[in-house]
């Protein structure tokens, strides 16, 4: 019972945060100078070699079907109801449909390339970070070492340009801007064949992602089981004779993890950012290039509602890894449990 108020209390607690960080994503793009009748003006006069002047009649009928006239308070609170109330985030107006649906075909594949990043990325990272902490000064440590640290100063935009180049200009990869090859896209059911033709599309940024997720986790790995590693009860556990896999899998690795599952609400959005950055750079349709072009186009709906998902995910990754962290330590658990009577 204390666990689920435990949990209930962080639900609550996260309400007021998403409210400040709804109002922070909406203020952003309305913040930008013009809307989107000014995108609008600016594309018709270069297509159609009208004067401002004479689009402006146009324009204000147009303002005032999107809603644009209102004053900001009143465009932020109708659109804040409308989604509380009825899951409805507004109308894309550049494309001309609900938000819901332009955001609900790419939002599924940021997720997935996401969520694989973190598991592979946390899991590896682990793996690499033990085996730099047991072989402490040695190549192995120092291999991990360079790379963990590659992988942290090396921004991803720079990394995604070197393997776009790679993938253009050397390789010359025929999987680039795309999720299918033009055979599969209209193969509804998955197969084999398909899911390789996926992989061979998202690998880059599969790789890019996965190694800067790694290179955090595994230089926080290292440093925590080598303090672990140094502990009084290690040397007591080792005293009673305890085998060395033993001390160090039992003992140690559980105890040095605590940290790592603690961060991992923060990776996870930090692997979602991540990959709108390299999509962006790649050209993969995601919501990176979708956020792109919106901005470009003052799609304000269309942003603001994915600035407001990713923050929503963001509260529920570090909901997840609470969970997680009372779950694998009985310590925590039994905190939680007490602080809930």
């Known amino acids: 019972m204390g666990f689920l108020l435990f949990i209930g209390r962080r639900v609550v607690i996260s309400i007021p945060l998403l409210i400040a960080i709804s109002i922070a994503s909406f203020a952003i793009i309305v913040a930008v100078p013009g809307d989107y009748v000014d995108s609008w003006i600016g594309q018709t006069m270069a297509q159609t070699g009208q004067t401002r002047a004479e689009l402006m009649p146009r324009a204000d009928a147009l303002r005032a079907e999107l809603g644009l006239d209102q004053p900001l ?3 932020y609170w109708i659109w804040i109801k409308n989604i509380v109330l009825s ?6 107006f550049a494309q001309s449909r609900p938000v819901s649906e332009v ?3 790419r939002l599924p594949r ?3 390339i996401a969520i ?8 590896l990272g682990v793996l690499l970070g033990i085996y730099a902490a047991v072989n402490q000064y040695r190549w192995g440590d120092t291999v991990a070492t360079v790379v963990a640290f590659m992988g942290i100063v090396i921004p991803k935009f720079i990394i995604a340009l070197i393997m776009l180049y ?8 025929p999987y680039l801007g795309s999720f299918y090859s033009p055979e599969f896209l209209v193969q509804e059911s998955m197969s084999l064949a398909k899911l390789w033709d996926l992989f061979l599309h998202v690998w880059p940024i599969l790789l890019i992602s996965v190694w800067a997720g790694m290179a955090y986790t595994t230089r926080m790995m290292r440093g925590n089981l080598l303090d672990v590693m140094n502990a009084q009860y290690i040397e007591t556990a080792r005293a009673k004779g305890l085998s060395r896999r033993k001390v160090l899998f039992k003992h140690a690795v559980p105890n040095a993890l605590h940290p790592v599952v603690m961060n991992m609400g923060g990776r996870f959005d930090y692997m979602i950012k991540g990959e709108l950055e390299i999509a962006i750079v790649l050209g993969v349709p995601t919501l990176g290039p979708l956020i792109l072009s919106s901005v470009a186009q003052r799609d304000m709906y269309v942003v603001s509602a994915i ?10 990754g570090n909901l997840l890894a609470d969970i997680v962290l009372a779950l694998i330590d009985p310590r925590v658990r039994r905190a939680t449990v007490s602080g809930g009577k």
């Open 116 to 123: 694989v990043s973190l598991v592979l990325g946390q899991t």
């Open 110 to 112: 940021s997720m997935a």
């Open 73 to 75: 308070p009143v465009q």
């Open 103 to 105: 955001i609900g075909t």
């Open 87 to 92: 899951g409805d985030f507004g109308q894309s």
């Open 166 to 173: 790679l993938l253009a200009f050397v390789w010359h990869s």
């Open 307 to 316: 600035f407001l998902l990713v923050a929503v995910l963001l509260v529920v």
